[in-house]
């Protein structure tokens, strides 16, 4: 399974300071997506960092990628208490496969 | 702006009974897709489907469960015997293009299922 894990499991800062998601994998991937939910709610697509592509950005995140190391980070700049959701990352497989699948998901917690 | 909509919101069932979950995917979309998230747990892969048939499924989905694509708006999930352990939320997605041409995902609010 091409999976992502992410860590850490939680993460609590205060409301400024610059939040750090992790996410690993385990087979190769075709891309790699970064998904928001807060609580009970939907899954609302944050960014898609295709396997050939290093970095991008979008407002106040920052996504990298690291397909020698089966990685991916998520940064968030400037966390605000209405960043405070779980995060998931998912990756699609190779052409061939189309079953997008997540990770456990990192629960951010910032307060105000 | 275009969303997925799923149908109903929150369905409460008897054990054994059989449940259909609605979703009407994006409409120029071309693959959709099933997951369901037990309370608190990750997010599960069911399956997805493209050109009128299953592309892929996981082990979760099994014989008590059938997807289908009656019209061409509405996409089903059939849990056929409910069991207490299928309570979850279940999500359904939708995305435009082929899977190599990368695509996003666009997920409905989900359907909370609750099986006494």
């Known amino acids: 399974s091409q999976q992502g894990e992410e860590d850490p499991q939680a993460l609590s800062i205060q409301e400024g300071e610059n939040a750090t998601m992790n996410c690993s994998y385990k087979?190769?991937?075709?891309?790699l997506q970064w998904y928001r939910q807060n609580s009970g709610r939907g899954l609302v697509h944050l960014i898609l960092i295709r396997s050939n592509e290093r970095e991008k950005h979008s407002g106040r995140l920052r996504v990298t990628l690291d397909t020698s190391k089966k990685s991916s980070s998520l940064l968030i700049t400037a966390s605000r208490a209405a960043d405070t959701a779980s995060y998931f990352c998912?990756?699609?497989?190779?052409?061939?496969?189309?079953?997008?699948?997540f990770g456990a998901g990192t629960r951010l917690t910032v307060k105000p | 702006e275009p969303e997925v909509t799923q149908t109903p919101s929150h369905q409460v069932t008897q054990m054994g009974q059989e449940v259909i979950l609605r979703c009407v995917p994006i409409s120029n979309h071309l693959y959709f897709y099933w997951y369901r998230q037990i309370l608190g747990q990750k997010v599960e892969f069911l399956v997805s489907f493209y050109n009128n048939e299953i592309s892929e499924k996981s082990e979760i989905f099994d014989d008590q469960f059938s997807v289908e694509r009656p019209d061409g708006s509405n996409f089903t999930l059939k849990i056929r015997s409910t069991k207490l352990e299928d309570s979850a939320m279940y999500f359904c997605a939708s995305r435009e293009g082929l899977v190599y041409l990368n695509t996003e995902a666009f997920f409905g609010q989900g359907t909370r299922l609750t099986v006494v």
């Open positions: 998912a990756t699609d497989g190779t052409p061939l496969n189309n079953d997008m699948r």
């Open positions: 087979t190769s991937i075709n891309n």
